[in-house]
């Protein structure tokens, strides 16, 4: 029987990206025979009612056509109101955004024929999911990283740009706009109720994936199916030292580097120390608000076709 895809396509993913890839998608969906339909996301957060509905209509593959921000849109879909994770279909990757993180964790090239290849020959493998709790008291649910600090106001600059420039570029040019401004946001870490860390930070990285910002490696032993967080901290680093330590975050060198803390659990929660200081939070590449959050993470709830 033949597998039902819906696919969701962020037409403004990219940069445009995605809107273009669209006949070349459906020449490569129906060469393997596919049932499919596809719906375009209108605004954001639509992705999340699409995906939605794509539950209800029991859909058996579920393909993002989009970014790490359409992505994590479709899975709030797999929480409810109270943050409790829900079944659904599987989920497919078709990357077409501007960061393209979490495809890189997962192995995934960007590839077109290789992704609609894994939505027809792939079998699902469990992916664990973040749920985060914020201030505002509703859950979000992320699928690669929550970070705090630096990241959120390099969300908040690269979000208001032109994507021309691609994703490692746009991360690299606001990051050291955002430099320029940020100081070092005094916080408290506790991870699986023990205090983890105390102090200013650059930025706290709660990682599912293992990359961010455009392709920087963050969390380079980080595992979406090993049930647990990895907990990088970049401490009361200078701007000079983080200058110097960029190029081994790209590549994942940069454990064990002076005011690097590396930790792993199933709940972290922080807390703003100065409210005169904030460390605003990004999630799966999204400003989000500040501080306080608690995450907590949810085994095997994802199915992935890859």
Known sequence: MALRVRVILNPTAGGGRASRRRHALETA?????????????????????????????????LAVVGGDGTLNEVVQAYIDPQGVPIAGPDLALIPSGTGGDFRKTLGFSGDLDEAVARIRFSRGRPLDLGILHLADNKPRAFVNITSFGIAGHVDAIVNSTPKWLGGRLSFFAGTLRAMARYRNAPVRVMVDGKVFYEGPIVNCAIANGRYFGGGMMIAPHADPSDGRFEVVILGNLSVPSVVALSPKVYRGGHLGAKGVLVGHGTVVSAEALDPTRPALVDVDGEESGGLPLRAEIAPGVLTFRG
């Open 29 to 61: 969906l129906r060469r393997l025979g596919l049932r499919y339909d596809i719906v375009q996301t209108q605004r954001a957060g639509h992705a999340a009612t699409l995906a939605t509905q794509a539950r209800h209509d029991r859909v058996d593959v």
